[in-house]
């Protein structure tokens, strides 16, 4: 896959361009679907699939401290739009000048002129130009006047039983609430978060025998307070494991800690980098009386986990 960070860098138009345009965040399975519409009209075409999105997401520009976490941040969303398919990713450094552009200009200076685009894919509620003044209906009007086909995608629904639409909102949330399994039915894969293990306070593995991998969020959505049970990825590996996201309370020193205890891993991973992979939360947080208590627990944690991930691992 093709990445354009810089519209001035495009040389020439693409051929036969399909285009979808969002933030992506999450790249969720109705994502996927936009992703699969456009590849499948551009190898029609003999044409280019495009997907252009925005860096950092626009509510963050607009909206200042008002923005929501995010699902996927930059690197893993361009990894998965790559794993989707599509020829070449465009990403807009979002600014308030960006914004400002009326609808009518983005569309024939930035897609037609400099892009080449002959069909754009959207859902039904797809909004553009300054104040969001864009919508489908318009889009559908310049698309007569300038000859490229709009193309409106259904909503895709979620598999879990009812008629709620597939949302980077009902995803947020349902991370939010630790509900893991519905929110990886809505992603098509397990919510991840990822980092570099850095170094804790040194009580894993010195004091309750069960060493941790200690990694900073950067400003990724976090899970609710708990335990889970997670799968770690480190140097194309993946191991059965156990998360702790909270406070530690039996410690009574109210720092926020994530912390990842591998099953069966012994190395020393200090500044390197993992992915923590939420497959189903085991249970609150909790304030045990000792040590001894607490030890006990998290090997019956490691035992829950264990029944949840073999799965995984046949």
Known sequence: MKIIQDLNSIPEQFKSAVITIGNFDGVHIGHQALFHEVIERADALNGTSVAMT??????????????????????????????????????????????????RTFVEEILIRRIGMKIIVVGNDYTFGN????????????GEEMGFVVVVADWIQS????????????IRQLVMDGEMVKAARMLGRNYQIRGTVAHGRDRGG?????????????????????????????????????????????????VFTVEVHIIGFDRDIYDQRIMVNFVQRLRDEVKFSGIDELVKQIHQDITDARKILDPYFE
Do not use: W
């Open 131 to 142: 104040n969001r003044e864009g919508d489908v209906h318009l889009l559908k009007q310049f």
């Open 54 to 103: 925005f860096e950092p997401h626009p509510i963050r520009v607009i909206a200042k401290n008002g923005h929501p976490p995010l699902i996927t941040l930059y690197e893993q969303k361009v990894e998965l739009i790559e794993k989707a398919g599509i020829d070449v990713l465009i990403c807009i450094p979002f600014t308030m000048e960006f914004a400002a552009l009326s609808a």
């Open 206 to 254: 010195r004091l309750l025998g069960i060493p941790t991998a200690n990694i900073v969020l950067q400003d990724e959505l976090c899970p609710k307070l708990g335990v889970y049970a997670v799968i770690v990825q480190h140097e194309g590996n993946r191991y059965p494991a156990v998360a702790n996201i909270g406070f530690s309370p039996t410690f009574d020193d109210h």
């Open 159 to 170: 598999t879990n039983g009812n008629t709620e639409r597939i949302s980077s909102t009902s």
